[in-house]
C-alpha cells in the first residue's frame, strides 16, 4: 500500500437519493489502485493466495465469457485478502500468434503489402507496433469490471522474462529428448499457413460428397470410397483386411491407379473394417493420419500432392488447380472413364475448420517439432488421482482423465513469424545444436536458426510459474507457487489446463501449478442459446455496464454461476441485479436516515428485542453459509443467498418490523438503530467481493473507515437464538395470511383497515404493534364489526371489511380450497394406507407423503376457521 493508504477519509454524513454507478466506479477503481490494496508482498509474513488469470488474447475485448470468470476469480481474490491472506491475483496478455499476426496483415493488406514484402525482421517490429498502439484494451475493460489484479506485476507471454522461460524449458525438454523433431501428418490451414493443434480444429457437419471409384482392371478391380475425391492422386496402396476372402487373391498385387501411370499394391492390414463400405480403403499416407500410420507399416511411399495453399502440384492435367476445384475436376474425368460407380450428393460428414479463420483444414505430411507427452501426461493424470490437485466439480474429472489418459505427442512448432522463435540453430555440415538462453548462439557462415515459432500455447502453459520469475528462484515464485486455484471454462481443459499440469509438475519437481482447478460452464443467452454473431445474440458486456452499472453485470453472473454449469443471462435478469443494487442503497440510506450505526459495542442479548436478536441469529447463519458456499465455489448459491437475507431477511422483515421501534425512540430505538448497523456493517462486508462499488460507497459511509476492501472478512460469533426465530416466524406468518386475504379482497397494500388482534396466549403480544404497522391496520374503535376472522399462527385477527368484501366470493374461493386440501389428505391416505406401496418405496418417498399429510390436514383447519369466520349470509 502507498504511505497514505492508511489514512481514514472523512465519512460521507450523506448519501445521494439515487446510486448513479457511473459517477462512482470509476472514481473508486482509480482510488483502490492508487492505494495499493491489490498490490502483494513477497516479504509478507500472512499466508499467501493466489490465481493468475487466464491471459486474454492481446487482440481481444472483454466478452461475457471473460467477465463471468474474472468475476469469481475477483470475488475469490477480494474475501482471501479480507480474511488476512497476501492475496495476488496476477494480470497479464497472450501474444496469441495466429490471431495478432493475422491482424497486422490484414492492415499490410489494405497497404498493398505483405509480409514477405517487409521480412522478418521488420514485420516483427511492425507486429510490436501494433500491440503498443492497439492491443491490450481488454485491460482497461478489466478495470471498468472491477478486476482486483495486482497491475504492477502484469505480464505478457513475450516479454524479456517469460521469453527466456520459454527458452529455458525448451532446452530442458530437449536435452531430456522430450523435443524432438519428425515427419507426421499434421493438421495444415492452407488460410494461416501453419499447423495447427488438434485441439485448434473445430468440427462440424458440413454437406459434402461421397463417390464409389474403381480402381483396376478386368478381374483386378477394387471399389473405393471416399469424400476427398482429389486425395487419390496421392493413393500410393490399397488396404484390406487380411481375412476378408474377397480380396485374398489381389493381396501382394499392384492394381493401376487410374489417372495416372503409376500401379499401388494391395496390402492386408487389421485397421480395415471389412464391414464398412466396400471393404477397401484407398491409402493416401501424406494426407491422411491414418493412412499414414497403414503406409508406415507397409513401407508405403508418402506423395504429398498440394502446396501450403491446397493447390495441386501433381504434373499433369489437374496441376495449378485449388483442391476444392480439382475434387469435381477429377470426378468428370472418373465419370468419363466409367470409374464413378456411385455418387451419394448431399453426403453429411464430419469436417474440420481452423478454429481461428474457419477455412476447412488438410491433413498434411511435414516436418514439425513435437512434445513427447507419455510421461508428462501420466503425471498430469496422477496428480489428480492421488488428491494433490481438486478438479471441481468431481463430475468433471473424467473429462480432464480422457484427454490426458488419451494424449497424442504436441505438434509445437508454427509456421509464423509472430511468437517465441525455435531456439535451434543447423550448421552447414547437418549440426543440429538446440541454445539455452544461457548458451552462445553458433556463429559462421552457413548457420541459420530455424524459421518456426512455437505455439501459443506452449508459452501459456507456463504461466503459473514464468509469471513469477522462474527459471530464477524469486521471491515471488517462493511465496506464491504453487497457486491456490485455476478459474477456467470446461473447453479449454484441452488447450491450456493440461498443459500447465504437464509443464508444472515437469520444471517445478513434481509440485503441480495449482491446488484445485475450479471449471465453469460457458456463457449462453437468456434462452440458453449460445452465443454466436451469426444467431444475433452477442452482448457486449460494456453495454450493460454502461446501462446498468458493473455490480449489476458481476451479481448476475454470478448468481447463475453453478458448478460446470451453463450460464444463461438476460438483459432482464441484469435490469433485476440493477434493482437490487437499488434497494441495498435505499435502505441503507433509510437505516443512516434513522441513527443506524456501528459505534459502540453491541448491546447485549438481554437488551435487544426479540426482532434484534432474531436478525442476529440469522445474520451469523448467513456468514457461516456464505463460508462454505465460497469454499466450494457454488457461486450461484452464495449469491442467492445474500440476496434473499438481504432483500427478503433484512430489508423487509427487519427494517419494516423496527420502525415502530425508530419511530418511538428510547433505548429500544437505540439498541436496534445498533443492531441495525451492526447487520449492515457485515452485510455489506458478505456482498463486497461480489458487488465491489457500491459496498464500498456504503460501507465506507456507514463506518467512516479507509475501505471495505481492506476490511476483515465477517466471521460466525456462533450466536443462534433459535427462540426468537421461531417467534419471528410466527409474526411472519401472521403478516403474510393477512396480506395473502387483502391481496385476495383486491385491497390496496397501503388501504387501512380497522381490525382486533386477538394474541392471548402466544409469543405475538410484543409484536402487536409491529404487526399493526405493517399491516396498515388500525384499531377496532366504535361500531367495529368483524367481517372476516382469519385465525393464524395461534392468534385470531378479525378484520372489519364492511363495504370491501365480497362475502359469498371469499366464501366459493375459501370452499375450492377446503376441496383440494381434502383431495391432497385423501391421496396421501391412500398411498399411506397401501402396504404394497409402503414396502416397495424408499424411505426419502414415505417421508414426504407424510408431510404432504400433514400439511393438508393443517390447510383444512385453517381453511375451516376461516370459513367460519366470515359473516352469515
Request: charged residues 25%; negative net charge; contains cysteine.
Amino acid at each position: 500500500m502507498t504511505e497514505n493508504s492508511s489514512q481514514t477519509p472523512a465519512p460521507i454524513t450523506e448519501l445521494p437519493t439515487q446510486y448513479a454507478p457511473a459517477e462512482v466506479e470509476g472514481k473508486l477503481y482509480e482510488r483502490w489502485v492508487e492505494r495499493g490494496y491489490f498490490e502483494a508482498d513477497a516479504k509478507s509474513d500472512k499466508p499467501p493466495f493466489t490465481i493468475v488469470i487466464p491471459p486474454p488474447n492481446v487482440t481481444g475485448a472483454l466478452h461475457l465469457g471473460h467477465a463471468f470468470q474474472h468475476t469469481l476469480m475477483d470475488a475469490l481474490t477480494r474475501r482471501k485478502r479480507m480474511q488476512g491472506y497476501e492475496a495476488l491475483w496476477l494480470p497479464g496478455m497472450d501474444h496469441a500468434g495466429i490471431a495478432t499476426q493475422n491482424k497486422v496483415e490484414q492492415q499490410l493488406a489494405e497497404e498493398g503489402k505483405s509480409r514477405q514484402d517487409l521480412g522478418r525482421e521488420e514485420f516483427t517490429a511492425r507486429v510490436w507496433q501494433w500491440k503498443e498502439q492497439y492491443g491490450g484494451k481488454i485491460l482497461g475493460q478489466m478495470r471498468r469490471l472491477g478486476d482486483g489484479v495486482d497491475w504492477s506485476r502484469e505480464r505478457f507471454t513475450m516479454d524479456e522474462g517469460l521469453s527466456q522461460a520459454v527458452q529455458t524449458i525448451f532446452k530442458k525438454l530437449y536435452d531430456d529428448e522430450l523435443i524432438y523433431r519428425a515427419e507426421r501428418i499434421i493438421n495444415w490451414c492452407p488460410r494461416c499457413l501453419t499447423a495447427i493443434s488438434d485441439i485448434e480444429v473445430d468440427y462440424q457437419d458440413d454437406d459434402g460428397e461421397l463417390v464409389s471409384l474403381k480402381y483396376g482392371e478386368g478381374d483386378e478391380t477394387l471399389v473405393v470410397a471416399t469424400t476427398r475425391v482429389e486425395t487419390m492422386l496421392g493413393d500410393t496402396g490399397i488396404a484390406v483386411h487380411p481375412d476378408d476372402a474377397r480380396y485374398a487373391h489381389l493381396i501382394g498385387k499392384r492394381i493401376k491407379l487410374p489417372l495416372t501411370d503409376r500401379t499401388i499394391p494391395v496390402v492386408a492390414d487389421t485397421h480395415v473394417d471389412p464391414e464398412f463400405g466396400t471393404g477397401a480403403v484407398k491409402v493416401t499416407p501424406a494426407h491422411d493420419p491414418n493412412d499414414f500410420a497403414i503406409g508406415q507399416r507397409h513401407g508405403l511411399e508418402s506423395m504429398t500432392i498440394m502446396d501450403e495453399r491446397g493447390v495441386i502440384t501433381v504434373p499433369g492435367p489437374f496441376h495449378g488447380l485449388d483442391r476444392f476445384e480439382a475434387r469435381s475436376t477429377i470426378v468428370e474425368a472418373m465419370r468419363e472413364q466409367g470409374r464413378v460407380v456411385a455418387e451419394k450428393r448431399p453426403y453429411t460428414h464430419s469436417v474440420g475448420h481452423c478454429s481461428r479463420c474457419k477455412t476447412t483444414v488438410e491433413p498434411r505430411l511435414s516436418l514439425q517439432w513435437w512434445v513427447k507427452v507419455e510421461t508428462l501426461a501420466k503425471d498430469a493424470g496422477d496428480a489428480v488421482r492421488d488428491g494433490r490437485v481438486t478438479i471441481h466439480p468431481k463430475e468433471m474429472e473424467k473429462r480432464y482423465f480422457d484427454w490426458v489418459d488419451n494424449l497424442n505427442d504436441w505438434c509445437i512448432s508454427r509456421q509464423l513469424w509472430w511468437g517465441h522463435r525455435i531456439p535451434v540453430w543447423y550448421g552447414p555440415e547437418g549440426e543440429v545444436v538446440c541454445v539455452g538462453p544461457d548458451d552462445e548462439v553458433p556463429t559462421g557462415e552457413g548457420w541459420r536458426q530455424d524459421e518456426d515459432v512455437l505455439d501459443t500455447w506452449f508459452s501459456s502453459g507456463l504461466w503459473p510459474f514464468s509469471t513469477l520469475g522462474w527459471p530464477e528462484r524469486t521471491p515471488d515464485l517462493e511465496k506464491f507457487y504453487p497457486t491456490d486455484v485455476l478459474v477456467t471454462g470446461h473447453d479449454i481443459i484441452f488447450f491450456w489446463v493440461a498443459r500447465m499440469m504437464m509443464f508444472g509438475l515437469y520444471a517445478m519437481d513434481g509440485v503441480a501449478p495449482f491446488h484445485t482447478i475450479a471449471l465453469t460452464g460457458l456463457v449462453r443467452d437468456e434462452n440458453g442459446k449460445k452465443m454466436s454473431k451469426s444467431f444475433g445474440n452477442v452482448v457486449d458486456p460494456l453495454e450493460w455496464m454502461d446501462e446498468y452499472g458493473s455490480d449489476a453485470v458481476r451479481f448476475t453472473l454470478a448468481n447463475g454461476a453453478n458448478p460446470g454449469a451453463d450460464v444463461p443471462i438476460g438483459e432482464d435478469w441484469v435490469k433485476a441485479s440493477r434493482n437490487f443494487a437499488n434497494k441495498i442503497w435505499n435502505a441503507t440510506r433509510f437505516a443512516l436516515m434513522n441513527g443506524a450505526t456501528v459505534e459502540g459495542e453491541l448491546p447485549p442479548a438481554e437488551k435487544q428485542s426479540a426482532n434484534d436478536r432474531w436478525i442476529l441469529s440469522r445474520l451469523n447463519a448467513v456468514v457461516a453459509e456464505a463460508d462454505a458456499y465460497y469454499d466450494d465455489y457454488q457461486f450461484a448459491k452464495l449469491a442467492d443467498t445474500l440476496y434473499h437475507f438481504a432483500w427478503d431477511e433484512v430489508f423487509d422483515w427487519y427494517v419494516e418490523l423496527s420502525k415502530t421501534t425508530f419511530f418511538a425512540g428510547g433505548d429500544p430505538a437505540k439498541v436496534s438503530a445498533r443492531v441495525l448497523g451492526e447487520v449492515l456493517d457485515v452485510m455489506l462486508r458478505l456482498l463486497h467481493p461480489i458487488v465491489p462499488f457500491v459496498t464500498e460507497t456504503l460501507w465506507t459511509t456507514l463506518t467512516g473507515k479507509e475501505s471495505v476492501v481492506v476490511a476483515d472478512w465477517p466471521k460466525d460469533s456462533g450466536f443462534r437464538d433459535s427462540a426468537a426465530e421461531q417467534e419471528i416466524l410466527l409474526v411472519q406468518q401472521v403478516i403474510t395470511e393477512v396480506r395473502r386475504f387483502r391481496s385476495d379482497q383486491g385491497l390496496q397494500p397501503g388501504q387501512k383497515v380497522p381490525a382486533q388482534l386477538d394474541l392471548t396466549g402466544t409469543a405475538l403480544a410484543p409484536h402487536e404493534a409491529s404487526i399493526r404497522q405493517v399491516l396498515r391496520l388500525q384499531p377496532a374503535g366504535e361500531g367495529f364489526q368483524a367481517t372476516a376472522s382469519l385465525p393464524v399462527a395461534g392468534a385470531k385477527v378479525a378484520l372489519d371489511l364492511s363495504g370491501t368484501i365480497d362475502v359469498a366470493a371469499e366464501r366459493k374461493r375459501l370452499t375450492k380450497d377446503l376441496g383440494a386440501a381434502e383431495k391432497e389428505k385423501a391421496q396421501a391416505l391412500g398411498k399411506l394406507g397401501n402396504e404394497a406401496f409402503l414396502a416397495k418405496a424408499p424411505d426419502n418417498v414415505v417421508d414426504k407423503i407424510r408431510t404432504r399429510l400433514a400439511k393438508a390436514e393443517a390447510d383444512m383447519e385453517r381453511i375451516q376457521a376461516q370459513l367460519d369466520g366470515l359473516p352469515q349470509a
